[in-house]
C-alpha cells in the first residue's frame, strides 16, 4: 500500500453554500466547453484587460503598484504595518484569462488571513503571448522583492495556470543555485499542460469549470517552441528536490486532482517538505468562493504554513 501520509481530507462533505456557489457556477457555464470554438476564436479576439482592483482596497490596505518588464504589479500591504511574509500570487485563468474580478477578494483574504505583504503580477496570456514575458515578470519582480525582503520570507503562491507559475519560479531559482524563498503555496494547481494522466476523465463529469480538451490547447499555447513535458512549463515533470516547503489546496470535483495528487506524492516519495489538503465535493479555486467555509479553512491553514517553524 502506497503512502499518503502526505495527504489529508480536510472536509468529507461540502458546506451548504459551497454548494449553492457551485450551483451558481454550473448554471453560469464556462468558456472553455468547446475545445474547437476556444481555438478558432481566441486568438482574433480583442486585447484582454485586467479586472481594476476595487476601489475599497485603498481603505483596506497600503497599495503599491509599479511596472516591471512592460507589465504592471500591484501589492497591497496591510494597513499601516508590514508583515514577516511577502507573498507574490500569480492569478489563474488558464493562461490565457488576464486578472478577474474573483481574484481581488481571494487576494484580499490572504493578506488578512496571513498578514502578509501580496505581490500581484498582471502578467501578459496567451494566445497573445507565450511563457516568455510571464517568466521575465516573475523573475524580476522576485528579484525586485529580494533587494528588500530576505528570500526566506518570501513565499511563492498561485491557483491553477498561477499555481504552474509559482511552481516553475520556484525550480528556476532552485536550478539557479541562487537564494530560494522561504514557501510554495498551491491553489488547484495546473501542474501538466498536457493532462495526458487519463484518469482526468473520470473527475471531468463532477467539474464545473474545467475541461480536458480546450486546456490542451491552452497549454500549447502556453508552451509555444517549448517541450509541453519541460518541467518549466509542466512542474508535474520536476524533480523536486531542494524545493521550499510546499502547501497545495485541492477540491475533489476538480480535473487537476489527479496530477495535484501525483506531484505530491512523487515529492514525498522523495523526502520533501509537502502536504496536499483536499476538500470532497470542492470545485476548481474553490477557495475565491471567500465566504465559504472551506475558503476560510485555507486561509488559516495558510497561516499556520507561513508560521510553522517560525
Excluded at 138 to 145: Q, V, Y
Excluded at 169 to 189: K, S, Y
Aim: some cysteine.
Amino acid at each position: 500500500m502506497s503512502d499518503t501520509s502526505f495527504l489529508e481530507l480536510r472536509s468529507p462533505r461540502p458546506s451548504l453554500m459551497l454548494r449553492l456557489a457551485g450551483w451558481l457556477i454550473a448554471r453560469r457555464g464556462s468558456e472553455l466547453d468547446d475545445p474547437v470554438a476556444l481555438a478558432e476564436n481566441i486568438p482574433g479576439r480583442a486585447p484582454p484587460q485586467d479586472a481594476p482592483m476595487p476601489a475599497s482596497f485603498r481603505d483596506r490596505f497600503d497599495v503599491e503598484e509599479q511596472e516591471l518588464e512592460g507589465q504592471q504589479v500591484v501589492t497591497l500591504h496591510p494597513k499601516g504595518a508590514t508583515g514577516r511574509w511577502h507573498i507574490i500570487y500569480f492569478h489563474g485563468g488558464g493562461f490565457f484569462l488576464p486578472m478577474f474580478k474573483e481574484h481581488w477578494p481571494l487576494v484580499a483574504a490572504l493578506v488578512e488571513a496571513t498578514g502578509a505583504s501580496v505581490s500581484v503580477p498582471l502578467y501578459k496570456v496567451v494566445p497573445e503571448h507565450d511563457h516568455r514575458p510571464a517568466e521575465a515578470l516573475a523573475d524580476a519582480l522576485f528579484a525586485h522583492i529580494s533587494k528588500t525582503w530576505e528570500p526566506g520570507r518570501i513565499a511563492l503562491a498561485g491557483d491553477s495556470a498561477g499555481g504552474n507559475m509559482a511552481a516553475a519560479l520556484a525550480l528556476r531559482l532552485r536550478d539557479a543555485g541562487g537564494a530560494m524563498p522561504g514557501r510554495l503555496i498551491l491553489f488547484a494547481p495546473w501542474l501538466d499542460v498536457t493532462l495526458e494522466d487519463e484518469a482526468a476523465r473520470k473527475v471531468e463529469d463532477d467539474d464545473i469549470m474545467l475541461a480536458v480538451d480546450p486546456l490542451r490547447i491552452m497549454g500549447g499555447w502556453w508552451a509555444g517552441s517549448r517541450d509541453p513535458k519541460d518541467p518549466q512549463v509542466s512542474p508535474l515533470y520536476a524533480d523536486p528536490t531542494g524545493l521550499p516547503p510546499t502547501a497545495i489546496f485541492q477540491g475533489r470535483d476538480d480535473i487537476f486532482v489527479i496530477d495535484s495528487h501525483s506531484y505530491a506524492s512523487n515529492a514525498a516519495s522523495r523526502g520533501a517538505d509537502i502536504k496536499l489538503y483536499e476538500y470532497q465535493g470542492a470545485p476548481h479555486v474553490f477557495m475565491a468562493v471567500t465566504p465559504t467555509r472551506e475558503a476560510k479553512d485555507v486561509f488559516r491553514l495558510c497561516d499556520r504554513f507561513l508560521k510553522k517553524g517560525n
